[in-house]
């Protein structure tokens, strides 16, 4: 149950904050599937290798990804798959809410045939 304080409500707006970046939500899908490098992400996403090391450093200080040495690549993977549950619900709800909009407008172009 969420405590109704600023200090307590404060991360909770921190870590939507971090996933309020479509750059950083595309960095996260490119890491669904597993670990990756830069390079690797750089390629699934399109973005550019710059921004790639910027996002991936957020997520990282926000605890969402980790790195991961290995031989002379660092990669990147999700600490918590629970991430994708989240952005599952609001994929879901924004779905209920097109498809409500959708009805409302074929309600009223209906309206307006009459």
């Known amino acids: ?5 600023p200090a307590a409500l404060g991360p909770i707006a921190d870590y939507f904050k971090v996933l309020s970046e479509t750059s ?21 996403t399109g973005l550019g290798q710059a921004n790639v090391s910027k996002h991936l450093k957020i997520l990282a200080q926000a605890g969402i990804v980790q790195r991961q040495p290995k031989g ?9 798959p629970l991430i994708f549950e989240i ?4 994929c879901d709800r924004l779905s209920i809410r097109l498809e409500q909009q959708s009805e409302q407008l074929k309600q009223l172009e209906a309206w307006r045939g009459r």
């Not at 149950?1 to 304080?5: G, P």
């Not at 950083?24 to 750089?42: D, F, H, P, T, W």
């Open 1 to 5: 149950m969420l405590e109704n304080s």
């Open 24 to 44: 950083r939500l595309q960095v996260l899908c490119s890491l669904k599937a597993g670990s990756k490098n830069v390079s690797e992400i750089v390629e699934a």
């Open 72 to 80: 002379v690549s660092i990669y990147y993977e999700i600490i918590d």
């Open 87 to 90: 952005c599952e619900l609001v």
